[in-house]
């Protein structure tokens, strides 16, 4: 199973669990020390094998170079779960060109390559997940977010739509919504002042990835937190122009 964002985090918190069931791991992210420390815990404690590769995934063509280390190092992956991402709150037009670019080639560009190119083999196995992660600012415009909403409403959808597209393969394919975790990502995109709604731990989060991937016939995408979910529902039933006031208010 290939995890990116493995060094902090939901794919810190999701590669415990899975190696804690027992799961072989690739773990990837730029800061290599923390994913040695990682993969060195879980190895011992779990008895799994667990290999790094670091990887900036902003840099053009870093998916590619991601799969031909994964092949140079004879590992075998049945799942994937693109963990990788991060925010950048501000108004648009404050925000500077090179984060923007690199917060799509993060969340938008690499996803999208990684999953293309990892496709064929998880749809091989037959037995493994493929899961994005996306966010509840996916359900609505996020102004004073705008570019990551809308990096993470093009998760979402495309998730949705890679489920509906490898239905019956065996694969199972899910889009997980968190609302605020306590993670670094705020750390990362400019303070707590941004979240919206009450923090969940990346434990919850990765607790209702597991329970929703467990189900049989399970959905394509999920929120985690029934507040979370009541908001996201409320978001797509409402007028676009109220929830996009309503939005713009909360982000502030
Ligand atoms: N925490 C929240 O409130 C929240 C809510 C909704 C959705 N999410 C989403 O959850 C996912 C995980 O975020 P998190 O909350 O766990 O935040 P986090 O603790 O900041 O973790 C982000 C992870 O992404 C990796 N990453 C960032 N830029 C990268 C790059 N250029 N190349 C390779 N890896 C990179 C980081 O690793 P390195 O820095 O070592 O590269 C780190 O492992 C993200 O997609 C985020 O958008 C988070």
Known sequence: MLVTGASSGLGAELARRLAARGANLVLVARRRERLD????????????????????????GASGRLVADLDASGSTVDSLANCAGFGLGDAFV????????????????????????????????????????????????????????????????????????????????????PGPTRTEF????????????????????IDRVLEVLERRNGPASTVSGWANRVAARAAGLAPRRLTLAVARRAIG
């Open 94 to 177: 404050d925000q500077d060109l090179e984060s923007i670019s690199s917060l799509i080639s993060v969340n938008v560009t690499a996803l999208t390559e990684l999953t293309r190119l990892l496709l064929p083999r998880l749809l091989a196995a037959q037995r493994g997940f493929l899961l994005n992660v996306a966010s509840t600012a996916a359900y609505q415009p996020t102004p004073g977010m705008a570019v990551y909403g809308a990096s993470k409403a093009y998760v979402l959808s495309l998730t949705e739509a890679l489920a509906a597209e490898t239905q019956g393969s065996g694969l199972r394919v899910l889009a997980i919504s």
């Open 186 to 205: 705020f750390d990362v995109a400019g303070g707590e002042g941004l979240a919206v709604g009450r923090f969940q731990t990346p434990s919850q989060v």
């Open 37 to 60: 420390e990682l993969a060195t815990e879980l190895a011992r404690v779990h008895a799994i094998r667990a290999e790094v590769i670091t990887a900036d995934l902003s840099a053009p």
